[in-house]
């Protein structure tokens, strides 16, 4: 029952193909379509193509217009067809090439060939070689402007231009950014482009640690298709030299600007936070009843107050999230808060090894790190214990030379079994696992009550969908199956009721690595790997997908969410009793020859780690008293002898064994605070 095509017809002025081809087939519909891939299996972009039937004979027409729009917008697209009969696929064939030529369409991002690789008939839409260059330059503390050269020449009225400024998350990710402000180009020509940047309207969204960097794009807005292509500015050889400039900015308050040519030749920033020595410590004195400091602060600062933050590593950086607030007493030259001990790091919002940084707030001004001049001496500082609680604190200074405290925790002792629920991953579920390469006498001290597989916390919020048979798909294992079918069926929080469980043991992998797909009646999934690898996906009326291509907006939409389900899970588990594993991927490995290997893939796990830490930071400061399990500082790697195969997300043995002493030493600690 194969179809042919026979004939294909450009017509440059509708800007369509027209395909001509026979099938013995009943066409109810035709598709142009194509499945994308990078984290994991996109799902399949299909587009409805008009179609005439005559007796055997049938044409389809192909607008370019929707091509271009749903493109992949930086590498080339094969688009495919098939016929839709009795609600079966069947592709559209060749049995020899069919005459046609490439399409460059003046003032469109890709040009246009069909091919037929193996007889299948495949449309590429590859994006056009454009390159932009940056001939012209110049920073100011006020204005940024520059003029940029296309290689492709274009016409009136058919873009809009903007200057781009994407943030990496940090400078080692040079192909991932999160925060991005955009900023109008009025003057565009057939083949440059002029801009000027008042730097007074530079906000402080990109402001986000201490020294960011910036990279610059130029972004094209297709007016005819409403597409858009971001290209990084190339600099100029002429003008290499002149590009260098740091300069102090009037907005946001105390940043300075620098600009630089990177190792691929393209315009970036450091956006630094220049906010060092503006406050200063003054005198320092503590007892076991309360800590005495005093500040040299500008006197045009008002309403000041002594901040306290708790560092929350992001990767190789930190946030912060949860902090205290103390009230400062202002004088004439001088400035000075009293902290009780029975105040200090109250509410169980430590975490073991923990450093809380010291900052002065004011009306008007970005919170400002405490600097400590190289008179005052914390070097002989003790640690102290901290009010009811089972960790003790320093003040200390730390490597930029402001003032923080370091924190330890008290020493505790192993505990009894106990019943525990996850929710999660591979991450936190293998460790309660018999086989000897994790461990084999588990059951002695937990049992497992219920696992929620590979589920995202959208799905758990979400009505059940009854859609899908699953014994449609027998390539499934009986745990797959299971895993799947609980998404399907919701039921979390229900489930976690009636198990009567001591603890609950989370992770955010599935929200990490993955995406919620939203479907036609309003249901939420878990686009696991399972739906991927099965056809499950692409049988589904997808309306949504949340992916990872803009982590930034992933997180503002997942923060929604995680509050509701936050709010939920507090109403059955009280928060000490529940475990957030850290987790965090490896970018490394021991093969199978013993030898430590390093992943390929190394940025992109090291941008997943960066946006787990990011999910992790944000459920702690809704649950602060929540335990933790961190093992992101431990040496724990890869291994190709792992049971259930190799992969950055399956580590050596002794990870699953020492997650294990973990959990006995949390679930003891706790029961001997519950007891005292």
Wanted: aromatic residues 14%; charged residues 25%; contains cysteine.
């Amino acid at each position: 029952m194969s179809s042919y095509i026979n004939k294909i017809d450009l017509n440059e002025d509708t800007q369509t193909w027209t395909i001509y081809g026979t099938t013995t087939l009943q066409i109810d519909e035709i598709h142009a379509h194509y499945t994308e891939m990078l984290e994991f299996i996109r799902p399949e972009k299909r587009i409805n193509l008009p179609f005439k039937t005559n007796g055997n004979e049938f044409t389809a027409t192909i607008s370019l217009v929707e091509i271009a729009k749903n493109s992949i917008t930086d590498k080339k697209t094969p688009w495919n067809f098939s016929i839709i009969s009795a609600g079966e696929n069947y592709p559209i064939e060749s049995d020899g090439p069919v005459t046609n030529k490439e399409f460059a369409p003046s003032n469109a991002f890709y040009q246009y060939l069909f091919e037929f690789p193996e007889g299948i008939v495949t449309l590429f839409s590859k994006p056009k070689e454009i390159t932009a260059t940056l001939a012209n330059f110049q920073l100011t503390s006020e204005l940024l402007t520059g003029e940029i050269n296309l290689s492709t020449p274009i016409e009136p009225n058919t873009y809009s231009a903007e200057i781009v400024l994407k943030r990496r998350p940090f400078s080692a990710l040079y192909l991932f950014h999160e925060q991005e402000e955009k900023f109008q180009i009025e003057s565009i020509k057939v083949d440059s482009a002029t801009f000027k940047i008042d730097l007074k309207s530079l906000s402080s969204k990109l402001l986000v640690d201490s020294n960011n960097v910036i990279d610059v794009f130029i972004r094209l807005n297709s007016l005819s298709t409403n597409t858009q292509h971001d290209f990084y500015l190339n600099i100029d050889s002429t003008i290499k030299n002149m590009i260098p400039r740091e300069v102090d900015l009037e907005t946001p308050k105390y940043s300075k600007l620098s600009s630089f040519v990177t190792g691929s030749n393209r315009l970036s920033f450091y956006f630094k936070k220049n906010y060092q020595e503006i406050v200063s410590l003054a005198s320092f004195i503590e007892d076991e009843n309360k800590i005495e400091l005093q500040f040299t602060i500008p006197k045009n600062f008002a309403n000041c107050e002594l901040v306290i933050k708790r560092r929350d590593s992001k990767a190789k950086l930190f946030e912060y999230y949860i902090e205290q607030v103390f009230p400062i007493k202002k004088g004439l030259i001088k400035s000075g808060s009293i902290i009780s001990r029975d105040k200090f790091l109250i509410d169980n919002v430590n975490k073991d090894n923990g450093v809380w940084d010291f900052f002065v707030r004011s009306t008007n001004n970005p919170d400002l790190p405490i600097f400590i001049p190289t008179n005052i001496d914390l070097s002989k500082n003790k640690y102290h214990s901290v009010f009811k609680n089972p960790f003790q604190a320093r003040i200390i200074r730390n490597g930029a030379n402001n003032l923080s405290i370091s924190t330890i925790p008290a020493s505790e002792q192993n505990s009894n079994p106990l019943k525990i629920a996850i929710m999660g991953s591979c991450f936190s579920r293998n460790a309660f696992n018999s086989k000897p390469y994790f461990n084999p006498d588990y059951k002695r001290f937990f049992e497992v009550t219920f696992t929620q597989s590979h589920t995202s916390i959208f799905s758990v919020l979400s009505e059940p969908y009854k859609g899908v048979n699953l014994e449609k798909y027998g390539n499934m294992t009986n745990n797959e199956r299971r895993t799947v079918q609980d998404d399907l069926n919701k039921g979390f929080f229900e489930k976690l009721e009636k198990s009567n469980s001591d603890y609950l043991l989370l992770d955010f992998y599935p929200d990490v690595l993955r995406g919620p797909l939203w479907l036609e009646g309003g249901e939420i999934l878990s686009l696991s790997y399972i739906m991927e690898q099965t056809g499950i996906l692409n049988d589904l009326p997808i309306k949504r997908l949340l992916d990872h291509s803009n982590n930034d907006a992933f997180f503002q939409e997942w923060t929604t969410y995680a509050d509701k389900f936050i709010e939920k899970l507090l109403t059955i588990m009280p928060a000490e009793r529940i475990i957030l594993n850290k987790g965090g991927f490896t970018t490394k490995y021991y093969d199978k020859n013993g030898t430590v290997q390093e992943y390929k893939i190394k940025m992109r796990i090291e941008r997943n780690n960066y946006f787990w830490d990011r999910l992790n930071n944000y459920f702690l400061a809704k649950v602060p008293t929540a335990q933790v399990i961190d093992f992101t500082k431990k040496p724990y790697i890869g291994d190709y002898y792992y049971p259930f195969g190799h992969s950055f997300s399956h580590f050596e043995s002794g990870y699953y064994k020492d997650f294990f002493r973990e959990m006995i030493y949390i679930t003891e600690r706790e029961k001997r605070k519950s007891t005292n």
